[in-house]
Each structure stands twice: as C-alpha cells, then as structure tokens.
C-alpha cells in the first residue's frame, strides 16, 4: 500500500488548522514538516515551535524533513516537538552515524535524503540502521519544482538495497514534483511513501488529490 505525505509547505500558512486538520483526519499517512535554514537551502520555513503546533493538531505521525546544516544540535529539540520521523540530509551532517544513533536515542525513526546529486552508494555503511531513505526528486528549497526524472534510478537502487539486505519494511520516500503524472512512475521504481505539497494544497479539494495520487501510483503496482 502506497503511503502519502503531505507537505505543509504548501499549505495556506493562514488556515493550517484547517487545511491540516483536514487532511490529517481524510487519510494522510503522515504530515510532512520541511524544515529549512536559510543556510543549507535558499529557503527559511519553520522550526520545532511548527512541530509542537502539529503535534497539538493532529495524532498523525510527523514527518520532519530537516533540511538544516548542524543537524545534530537540534536532533532533541525535535523529539521534544513531537516528531515521530527525524530525516537528516546526508549532504548537511558531519557525523552521519552519530546522528542517526541521536535520533534513535530520543525515540524517534531515523531518515536519511539525498539530494538530486548525491549518489545512493553513501548510504552503504548507515543502510542498516534506517527506518527511512528520502530520495529528492528537486534541489530542496521550494514546493512547486518540476521533478527530476533522474531520481528514478536512484529510487530502484535503493529499492535494490532493501532487498539485498532484507529490510522490506523500509520507508522508501521520495519528495519534490510528485503529483498523478509522476506518482506511478516512483511507485514502479519501488517507493512506498511520497511527499507531495503543491499537488495536494494547491488543488480545489486537498484530500481528494491526495488520494488521486496515491490511487495513480498504486495502479502502477
Ligand atoms: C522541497 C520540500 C518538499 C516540498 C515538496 O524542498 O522538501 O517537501 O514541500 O513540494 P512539491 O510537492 O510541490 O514539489
Ligand atoms: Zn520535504
């Protein structure tokens, strides 16, 4: 079953209450958090005061996409919000294995993204203690990017990991420029759970192109 991830990236900053509120009650598999500093991406968005306001809203687990440099130094802070999933980029963190020891120590899933020109081949060595791989299908930075179809490739290598090393149960994530064109091209690639903002928010019915996305990538299945 193909999970989703909507991204409130996108969402009416002035009507989270209802515009996540209402997705979260319709089927969301989990509430996507992205999480930006102004320094690893050319972008600013929330922080784990963002994380505690969903985690007050809703019991839908969080999802939060740190896409911040010096990870480590908020891996608590998060927990603390109430993130259920802590991804870090592989590009931003020094000590890779540390961090995700960190976020396991504070009780939460551990993911690692990649960016667009990041290779599949380094996470070799942390695959093992993974609950979540994020393959990016855009630079991050912005909702509403066309997506990179290379991505693909990297989404069947890790796909490929699973399977080699037994872990069927991975979250498997894409995120950026998923909407009913590309869902059923990363579903057939192997992903298992995908993000989607301006698909989803900027639709006249949210849950209904939630759900038309999911739909579009199952049917590749
Ligand atoms: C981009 C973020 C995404 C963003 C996706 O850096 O990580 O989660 O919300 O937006 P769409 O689905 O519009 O590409
Ligand atoms: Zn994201």
Same mark, same amino acid.
Request: hydrophobic share 50%.
């Given at each position: 079953?193909?999970?989703?991830? *909507?991204?409130? @990236?996108?969402?009416?900053? @002035?009507?989270? &209450?209802?515009?996540?509120?209402?997705?979260?009650? =319709?089927?969301?598999?989990?509430?996507?958090?992205?999480?930006?500093?102004?320094?690893?991406?050319?972008?600013?968005?929330?922080? *784990? =005061?963002?994380?505690?306001?969903?985690?007050?809203?809703?019991?839908?687990?969080?999802?939060?996409?740190?896409?911040?440099?010096?990870?480590?130094?908020?891996?608590?802070?998060?927990?603390?919000?109430?993130?259920?999933v802590l991804t870090v980029h592989a590009e931003a963190v020094t000590h890779l294995h540390r961090a995700v020891q960190q976020i396991h120590a504070n009780g939460m899933k551990a993911g690692v993204s990649l960016n667009p020109a990041t290779p599949v081949s380094v996470l070799e060595d942390i695959f093992?203690?993974?609950?979540?791989?994020?393959? +990016?299908?855009?630079?991050?930075?912005?909702?509403?990017?066309?997506?990179?179809? &290379? $991505?693909?490739?990297?989404?069947?290598?890790?796909?490929?990991?699973?399977?080699?090393? =037994?872990?069927?149960?991975?979250?498997?994530?894409?995120?950026?420029?998923?909407?009913?064109?590309?869902?059923?091209?990363?579903?057939?690639? $192997?992903? =298992?759970?995908?993000?989607? $903002?301006?698909?989803?928010?900027?639709? *006249?019915?949210?849950?209904?192109? +939630?759900?038309?996305? &999911?739909?579009?990538?199952?049917?590749?299945?």
């Amino acid at each position: 079953m193909i999970k989703m991830a *909507p991204s409130i @990236l996108s969402a009416d900053l @002035l009507d989270l &209450r209802g515009q996540v509120g209402k997705i979260a009650e =319709n089927g969301a598999d989990y509430i996507h958090v992205d999480v930006m500093d102004g320094h690893f991406v050319p972008n600013l968005t929330f922080g *784990p =005061n963002m994380v505690a306001a969903m985690k007050k809203l809703t019991k839908v687990p969080l999802d939060v996409h740190l896409m911040i440099t010096n990870a480590e130094l908020y891996i608590e802070e998060y927990a603390k919000a109430g993130a259920d999933v802590l991804t870090v980029h592989a590009e931003a963190v020094t000590h890779l294995h540390r961090a995700v020891q960190q976020i396991h120590a504070n009780g939460m899933k551990a993911g690692v993204s990649l960016n667009p020109a990041t290779p599949v081949s380094v996470l070799e060595d942390i695959f093992e203690d993974l609950e979540l791989v994020l393959i +990016m299908t855009v630079n991050p930075g912005f909702g509403g990017q066309k997506f990179i179809h &290379r $991505g693909l490739d990297k989404i069947a290598a890790v796909k490929k990991m699973m399977e080699q090393r =037994n872990k069927p149960d991975m979250l498997l994530q894409v995120d950026g420029g998923v909407n009913t064109e590309t869902a059923p091209l990363v579903a057939k690639a $192997g992903a =298992n759970l995908l993000v989607a $903002g301006s698909a989803v928010f900027n639709a *006249p019915d949210s849950v209904a192109a +939630m759900e038309a996305i &999911r739909k579009a990538a199952q049917a590749a299945l």
